[in-house]
Structure formats: C-alpha cells, structure tokens
C-alpha cells in the first residue's frame, strides 16, 4: 500500500481530498451566504422554519442557560434561544465561514438580538472551548458538511456540561419509499434549478443535494452519537423522515 | 410537528396584540422567564408557555420541565377561569397543579383581559404560513373546532344550569348568553373561513 496516499472523503457524491473538503464546503456557503435565507424559505417551502421550532421546542432551554448553535449560519435557532436563555445567559454562534457569521450577525443585529450573543468562527471538529461549557449545543443542517463527523461529535461531547444535551437536526432517510423517490426527483432536479434561477449558483445546490444523500441515516447517526458518548439517544423524524431531530445526552 | 405548525400561529396572534398593549406587558413582567406547563389530557399535548424578552413563546413539548404546571382535560381547563372551581377539581382528581401557582395565575389574569379577534387575524397570518404543513394544520383545526365547539357548548350549559343560576344576577346571566352567542358565531365564522380556506388551497 502507498503509504503517502491521500486520505479522501465525500464531497457529495466526489470523492475528494479530506484536506480538500473544508474549503471546498466553504467556497458553497461563501457563494450562497447573502441568498441564503431566501432559498432556504424557497426550497423548503418554509417547512424549515417547523423543523427549527421542533427543536427549539424540545431543546428544554431556559433562562441562564449557555447554548452553542453550532453550524449556526444565518442565526435563525440562535435568535429564538437568545430570547429564552435571558440577560443571564448566553448564546454562542459559531460556524466555521465568514461570510454567514457576517450574514447572521448582520441579520440578528437588525432584528434587535444583542447582549447576549456572541459570534465566533469555528470548526465543528475542534471546538475552542473548555470541557464541560454548554447546557446545550445544537447543530441544524450542519453535521453533513463536517468531514469527519465523529471528531466534531466527541468535540461536542467534550464541551457540554453534565446534564447538557446535543441535538442534531438534519436530513434524513424518509420513511416510505415513494416518498423517497418524489424527493429525490425534487433534490435532484428541481433544487439546482432553483438554485440557478434566485442565486444563480446551480452548483451548489447539487451538492446539497448530494450531500443529503450521502448523510448516514437515522439508524446509523444515533449509534454514532452512542459512539461518542451520548447517552439516551433518540430521534424523531420529521415530515416523512426527510429530516430528523436526534438527542442526546452527556451525564 | 403539526401542533407546533398551529402554536406557532397563535404565538403571532398573541405578540401581535401584546405588542400594543403596554399594561398587558406590565402585568405579565411579574412572571417573566417562568416556565407554565399546561398538560391537556384527553388531547395528549404539553403546551410551554414562557413569556421572555417581551414576547410570549409557545412550544408543544415533551419535556417536563417547569416552574409551574396544570393537568387537566380540555373541558376542565376550559372551565378554570373560576378559580373556586379550583380546589374541587383537585379532589375530584380532574386536575393536577404542581409548582408555583401564581405563574399560572398570571397568565390566566393577563390574558382574561384580552380581546382577540381571532378570525381576522388568523386570515392575515394565513399566507404567510408555509403551505403544505398548513393545508394539514387547518383540517386538524376544522374537526378540533367543531370538537371544541360542541364541548364549549356543553360545557357552558352545564355551567349556566349548575353553577350560574344560584349565584349570579339575572343581568349578568343576560350579559353572559350574550357573550355566549358572540363566541358561538365567532366559532362558527372561523369554521366557515377555514372551510372556505380548506377548498382553496
Ligand atoms: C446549511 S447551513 C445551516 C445554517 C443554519 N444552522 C440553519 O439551519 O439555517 C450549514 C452551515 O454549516 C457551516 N459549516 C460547514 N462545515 C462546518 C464545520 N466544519 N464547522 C462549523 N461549521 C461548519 C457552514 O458554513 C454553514 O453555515
């Protein structure tokens, strides 16, 4: 065997370089940044805004609590939880790309969220905090894009506090076949469409789709989760199973 | 999810009105941050109200934490703004409180006052909303409304004959059924409009 071999991973369905794929992860969000929040609406027909809800809902978050939204983008989970953790808590948005921190800050600042935010660049897989930091860290369409999942999984194990829960919303594996099928024939061919059209960037949005697919299902996120620790795992899927809210726990 | 599709509507509802209502924010300051659990048995949902940062949050959960929590049937529930019914239904066992009271009291007294037009504003939320998770809320929310309607109109039978008769002046009886047939119609206008939505969509 070469011993100087590269060592690859997936960049939605390309098997790329792993130390290719952040930037290259990074070039689709510094493309799609300033769009985003429009294509997001667009594309999911609002219904992401219900999924975020259901997390916040089953986040059990409440004042004084220190929450990371991690892979925050454009803040729509980290404006919520601002609200809740109060003045004497705190919420932490990182994500590893300028340009949405910026979009995100940009957006939070005029929506009269400040105080108790902070922005912070980061990378998913080597968090820049102490052990034992957060009662809770979400992580909402982000997991998918980390290129090695475990690592940042045990990363954010490592920082919650005892008592503090993970929750990881992403898409999933829909439950029933046709489903499955109608979805695919959307993601495939009507979302680069859409993506040309608003943000004139098709790209990028086949990579999102690519990237969904290749994202371990339901069954396979939960053990990876027991994998690094969490205890009481679950999960629950949402319209069909396109997307799933998992938890876990660090006692 | 549904019902957090349809909470997060009458959350808008509620800050909307909040929003113009400064002694409604002054009275409802005394509780702000509490977690109020409200459990409706029958209807197997947890509601979380929190009111925070000037806005009212409204969550279906499952989780079980909070300062102050009511179990109880819809009926029941529907019937609390009579707080001497209280500690009856307790030892009937038709109703659960735990934590501190005064957080649900404060909720109930802040909203008591107010006056939605419900109808009207659901009508200006509506196309915002997204489309398809609406299409499935608004059926739940026909059969739910005609549910509810015949249960509120039970229930204030009951109440009329039970209670109100033995206690309550013959002026207020008339207020009362006038109030009565408002809320009917305004029920009945809902249902005609979500109906009318229903066919649309
Ligand atoms: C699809 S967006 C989701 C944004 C937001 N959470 C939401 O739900 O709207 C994915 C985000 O993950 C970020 N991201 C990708 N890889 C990351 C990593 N390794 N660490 C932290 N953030 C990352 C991207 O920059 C992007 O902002």
Known sequence: MNENQEKTTHFGYKTVAENDKASMVADVFHSVAAKYDVMNDLMSFGIHRLWKRQTIASSGVRKGHRVLDLAGGTGDLTAKFSQLVGDTGQVVLGDINSSMLKVGREKLRNLGHVGNIEYVQMNAEALPFPDNSFDLITIAFGLRNVTDKDKALRSMYRILKPGGRLLVLEFSKPEQEILSKAYDFYSFNILPKMGQLVANDSESYQYL??????????????????????????????????????????? | MLANALLSLVERVVNHVLQLDNSLKDRLAAIADKQLLIEIRDWQQRI??????????????????????????????????????????????????QGDLNIAQGFSNAFAELDIDWPEHFSRYIGDAPAQQLWLSLQTLKTRGAQMKGKLEKTLTTLCQDELAVTIHPLELAEFKQQNRQLKSQVSQLEMRVNALLKSC
């Open chain 2, 48 to 97: 979380l109200c929190v009111y925070s940062n000037e806005q009212i949050h409204l969550y279906s959960t499952e989780e079980l934490s909070f300062d102050c929590m009511i179990s109880a049937d819809i009926n029941t529930l529907l019937t609390l703004k009579n707080p001497a019914m209280l500690t009856q239904l307790i030892r009937q066992d038709k109703l659960d409180l």
């Open chain 1, 209 to 251: 789709a690519e990237s969904i697919r290749m994202h371990p299902d339901q069954e396979t996120l939960k053990d990876m989760m027991e994998d690094a620790g969490f205890e009481q795992t679950s999960y629950q899927n949402l319209t069909g199973g396109i997307v799933a809210l998992h938890r876990g726990f660090k006692y």
